[in-house]
């Protein structure tokens, strides 16, 4: 059976009629390309099998192998396509580390590398970093994941040291540590310390902000000693050793409860401590947003501002900017507030808005990120942005987003329809049926599948009939298409524009569209609650 328009496998698409296949011949399958990379051990099948034929809907099988001391554990993902589809073998996720120890690599292969690469890669970058020239093409999926947790782990030694040096060697501090710095995004991580010591209680709470390289600093350690009733508390610079800060609240304590056996120095002016926290945290603070104003495509041009409004210490605070895309100006107000301590400022959302139409948007920002300003352009225009969404329980999912201009939230919102991976819509399977002037030249094709990604009507030059013609292409996940549109924004037929080897398919691709428009409709799974 030929591919339909857009290149699909007909029993992979979750539109057309159902094309269910045995449990069995699904499970010899994936058994067969699991076989094929290199991963022939029995307990593979023997679990593979149980998944398959027991009706497991989406799963990771795990599988662990070692190179001498270095252990290696494999996550084989597969998932369905669609609730009727059969069962597909998407990625693999691998680790490599040495038992005992904190290195470690992690990395995302696709599911026609072989076991034999996939081990050469892991202990390359166990024992040495990757520098950019000498990743292979097919690891340039996950290179950023790649670096961000060698980043982190390099990050999480440095932080785990300084504590050591400082007298806090508690290994449930470590692993909170660790955790923290491997797994968070966030740009402000706090972790804790309890002690205790007859009725009396230290505790210590760290505070580690993000620094313009991405990576987390000790900015101060927060400390309190309490004695039954009583207690101290202070803020100390972040190089003070555990003995120090202990005595120096001791000192404190002991001039209230004269009955405790403690001698020791003075310690510094508490005023001049906490001025020092609000100038430390107001300057990271600053920083952290105006890198955040970068990121979502606001540029610099509002950071003075932003430090004036960040200075006067208001409880919330707006501010305004326009920008213009393809002649249309667009103007945003941008929402600030303070944290209930008012130490910190957050970016909690923008309002945008098409001058001189009747369309506005709410966009709210999640952990720092979220929609930037042209892709909230894009949307509004009424095309789809490709993002990373976070469902209320924290999990991360890919999907396509459009506004749904014929819902709204109780706000007055429009609400936002996302299509997640479920809906099998891949707008590459048309891009690579089109006979695009270039689209073989180095990273021509990537370039222009992230500018549909991030909502852009993309201008490419296509042949049709031997002559070369201006496109703009748009995503168009709602229909599984791909929009093509000439100069004059008339609408474009796609086998107008195929290479020439596929032209002679024409007659089968108008059939099979055919087929799929008899087909009965089916729905996508329900998308989970998300938050952008």
Excluded: C
């Amino acid at each position: 059976m030929k591919d339909d328009e857009l290149g699909t496998n007909p029993r992979e698409a979750d539109y057309l009629d159902d094309y269910d296949m045995p449990a069995a011949i699904n499970f010899h399958e994936i058994k067969g390309q699991l076989a094929n990379l290199g991963f022939t051990d029995p307990g593979i099948a023997d679990r593979l099998s149980d998944r398959i034929l027991g009706g497991t809907y989406d799963f990771r099988l795990p599988y662990q192998e070692n190179i001498g001391d270095l252990m290696l554990d494999y996550s084989f993902d597969i998932h369905r396509n669609n609730p009727d589809g059969t069962l597909l073998f998407d990625h693999i996720d691998a680790a490599i580390y040495q038992p005992g120890e904190d290195k470690y690599f992690y990395a995302i292969f696709s599911p026609e590398i072989s076991r034999t690469e996939v081990r050469q890669v892991l202990q390359k970058g166990f024992n040495a970093p990757f520098m950019p020239e000498n990743i292979p093409d097919y690891f340039d999926r996950s290179r950023t994941r790649v670096y961000l947790k060698k980043d982190k782990n390099q990050n999480f030694q440095r932080l785990k040291t300084q504590l050591n040096d400082m007298g806090f060697v508690d290994p449930g501090l470590i692993d909170t540590l660790r955790t923290n710095i491997l797994d968070s995004e966030k740009p402000v991580v706090s972790i804790n310390y309890r002690e205790t010591r007859g009725e009396a209680e230290f505790r210590a709470w760290f505070e580690f902000w993000e620094n313009e390289k991405q990576k987390h600093d000790l900015v101060h350690l927060e400390a309190m000693l309490s004695y039954g009733k009583e207690y101290t508390h202070r803020l100390f610079e972040p190089n003070i050793t555990r003995d120090k800060a202990l005595k120096l609240l001791q000192e404190e304590l002991r001039r209230d409860l004269p009955g405790l056996p403690y001698s020791l120095p003075d310690y510094l002016n508490k005023n001049e401590s906490l001025q020092k926290k609000v100038q430390i945290m107001n300057t990271e603070n600053l920083n952290y947003l105006q890198k955040q104003l970068l990121n979502l495509g606001f540029g610099e041009k509002l950071n003075q501002e932003l430090e004036k409004n960040i200075k006067s210490g208001k409880k919330e605070f707006t501010l305004t900017t326009d920008q213009e895309y393809n002649k249309q100006n667009v103007d945003y107000t941008l929402h600030y507030k303070a944290g209930d301590q008012n130490d910190m400022y957050f970016f909690n959302k923008y309002d945008a808005a098409l001058r001189d139409k009747e369309m506005q948007q709410t966009f709210y920002i999640n952990k720092g990120s979220g929609i930037t300003a042209k892709e909230a352009y894009n949307l509004m225009e009424g095309r789809a942005v490709h993002k990373q969404l976070e469902n209320l329980e924290g999990e991360k999912y890919n999907a396509w987003i459009i506004i749904d201009k014929e819902n709204k939230t109780e706000n007055g919102n429009f609400k936002l329809r996302p299509f997640t991976e479920g809906w099998n819509y891949k707008p590459e399977r048309a891009i690579d049926k089109l006979a695009i002037v270039g689209i073989d030249d180095e990273g021509a094709r990537e370039k222009l599948m992230k500018s549909m990604e991030k909502g852009n009507r993309h201008q490419v030059t296509a042949m049709k009939d031997g002559k070369e013609v201006k496109l703009f292409l748009e995503a168009n996940p709602a229909e599984h298409r791909v929009n093509l549109t000439n100069w004059k924004g008339e609408a474009q037929q796609l086998e107008h524009y195929k290479k020439p080897e596929l032209k002679n398919d024409n007659k089968k691709d108008q059939k099979q569209a055919q087929t799929a428009e008899d087909a009965p409709e089916k729905k996508q799974r329900k998308a989970p609650k998300m938050k952008v």
